[in-house]
């Protein structure tokens, strides 16, 4: 899958998408603000049981709303710079491009600000066999703007990052307060069996759940997560519903 697919923006600014069982399919939805504009969405999701197949989700800050239920993404790119995946929806982003951009001077990039509010909501973001990278604007930089993978924007903000290629601009502490101290304790961001130089996780932060075991991993494929087997196959798109490496 190339990096900028050649694919016309659907439209140039907010698409909201809340119907039950909405497919995309070779689709770009693009908000074109820019940077300097800051909170600009490209795509706002709603509808449970959405899936999106070889789709391009290019905007800077809070680029993709996923905003409530659940949401499968498969073969697309999504770009952006500060919280640019966010929301409150049960999310499985599969073999995708994950690119995070050029910000403003004054920014730092952060790819996932999960907003779950409740322990017990079965919500939140994961992002398996995809691959973390900068755009080309980004990668002189890379070193010197601090990326991170996720920071906990609501009380039990909840990420998992597994079986990904995390390139080198992603920070070796990996995830990012919100405010001082304030949701350390209850956010959940985890990692399992990624790959490549940003994927190290000694030094990462203490607050974070580290490495998850294979048996506690297996809750966030997507057989578990969004109960993908019940309603992926109708959809026509690829997907894993376990791992994707063994």
């Known amino acids: ?68 239920h659940r949401q499968f993404y498969r073969n697309c790119e999504i770009s952006g710079t500060v919280d640019f995946i966010f929301g409150y929806a049960s999310t499985v982003i599969q073999n995708s491009k994950i690119v995070v951009r050029k910000p403003e001077a004054n920014q730092q990039n952060i790819i996932v600000a999960d907003g779950t509010v409740q322990k017990n909501m079965p919500t939140g973001v994961v992002l398996q066999n995809c691959e973390i990278m900068p755009e080309p604007a980004l990668q002189p930089d890379r070193l010197k703007v601090r990326s991170f993978l996720a920071r906990p924007w609501k009380a039990y903000s909840r990420a998992i990052f597994m079986e990904n290629t995390i390139g080198d601009l992603i920070q070796p502490d990996g995830f990012l307060p919100w405010a001082g101290t304030q949701f350390l304790d209850t956010c959940f961001f985890a990692e399992y069996a990624n790959t490549g130089p940003g994927s190290n996780v ?45």
């Not at 693009?30 to 999701?45: D, F, I, S, Y």
Request: glycine share 10%.
């Open 1 to 68: 899958m190339s990096l900028w697919r050649p694919i016309k923006p659907l439209y140039c600014g907010h698409i909201p998408t809340v119907a039950e069982g909405f497919i995309a399919k070779a689709m770009a939805f693009e908000n074109t603000a820019g940077a300097n504009k800051h909170q600009a969405v490209a795509l706002r999701v709603q509808g449970d049981k959405s899936a999106f197949f070889d789709c391009a989700i290019r905007g800077y800050q809070d680029t993709l709303y996923a905003h409530a």
């Open 202 to 246: 000694q030094a990462r932060v203490k607050w974070g759940k580290g490495v998850l075991s294979k048996a506690d991993a297996t809750k966030y494929t997507a057989a578990q997560w969004i109960e993908g087997g019940v309603w992926l196959p109708a959809t026509g798109i690829p997907f894993d519903l376990g791992f994707t490496k063994g």
